[in-house]
């Protein structure tokens, strides 16, 4: 269910990924490649926008949580 309530974009990424929700969020982590989390951040509201500058290319994982459960998403970092 969390899962259609979240969007990732844009998805591939250059410079930046905005997360938006029709629930509220309340943190989200971001994961390289090997499995290591390498952002955490606590949250609150609707919209939050990640900058993915410093980051190499690859692909990654965002842990989206929320007060009714928790998604993952693939991101790509071009």
């Given at each position: ?5 979240t ?5 591939p ?42 980051y ?23």
């Open positions: 269910m969390v899962e259609q309530q969007q990732l974009f844009p998805n990424a250059t410079g930046h990924v905005a997360i938006s929700s029709s629930i509220p969020l309340r943190s989200i982590a971001l994961y390289d490649p090997s499995g290591r989390c390498i952002l955490r951040r606590r949250t609150e509201g609707q919209f939050l926008q990640l900058d993915l500058n410093g190499a290319n690859g692909s990654y994982h965002i842990v989206i949580d929320t007060p009714i459960g928790r998604t993952v998403k693939r991101l790509i970092i071009q």
